[in-house]
């Protein structure tokens, strides 16, 4: 079993944990928001092209989806994808690349800011940054409200909970 498929299994208790507490009630609009940050995005990326140079590189069976990527993802980004209904493969489609890469490109609806932020040269080349500044600013709003809704996240999972030490992996001895 491959170590994310076995993090998966943890998070899907974790839901079944937030549900039971109803703290899911709590961040449905938040996800609904950030689901409308993630689909302008990629929408701007679609109309200045980026969509179809990545397309075109996967066509070659070239990617910058790196081998271990997946392991930058945090649980709680990771959870979201989750609660968005993302279906993550049980193994990599492709073996010395990214887990969450399958033909069709990115599983994960939800990305980390890694793969977000990454721009090739090929797409520094055929793109004018200025077409590209909307893209970053749409990407700059997204990452920002993902930051927040991880760290909402976290603070269910009582890993903020400064008044029980206890529960805090950083204090067990």
């Not at 070659?60 to 209904?85: H, P, R, V």
């Amino acid at each position: 079993m491959h170590l994310i498929t076995e993090k998966i299994e943890n998070l899907k208790n974790r839901i079944k944990q937030l549900q039971t507490k109803g703290q899911l009630s709590r961040i449905e609009f938040l996800l609904d928001q950030l689901k409308e940050f993630i689909l302008q995005e990629n929408r701007e990326r679609a109309f200045c092209g980026m969509s179809l140079i990545c397309a075109q590189c996967g066509k070659e069976g070239k990617a910058c989806c790196g081998k271990n990527i997946e392991f930058k993802y945090s649980d709680e980004l990771l959870l979201i994808n989750l609660l968005y209904g993302v279906e993550i493969p049980e193994e990599p489609e492709f073996p010395e690349m990214c887990f969450f890469l399958k033909n069709s490109g990115c599983v994960l609806f939800a990305r980390d800011a890694f793969c977000i932020n990454f721009i090739c040269d090929k797409i520094k080349e055929q793109i004018p940054l200025e077409k590209l500044k909307k893209l970053r600013q749409l990407e700059g709003l997204h990452l920002n409200f993902q930051f927040q809704l991880e760290q909402m996240l976290k603070r269910f999972s009582g890993v903020y909970d400064f008044q029980n030490y206890s529960k805090l992996n950083c204090f067990r001895t």
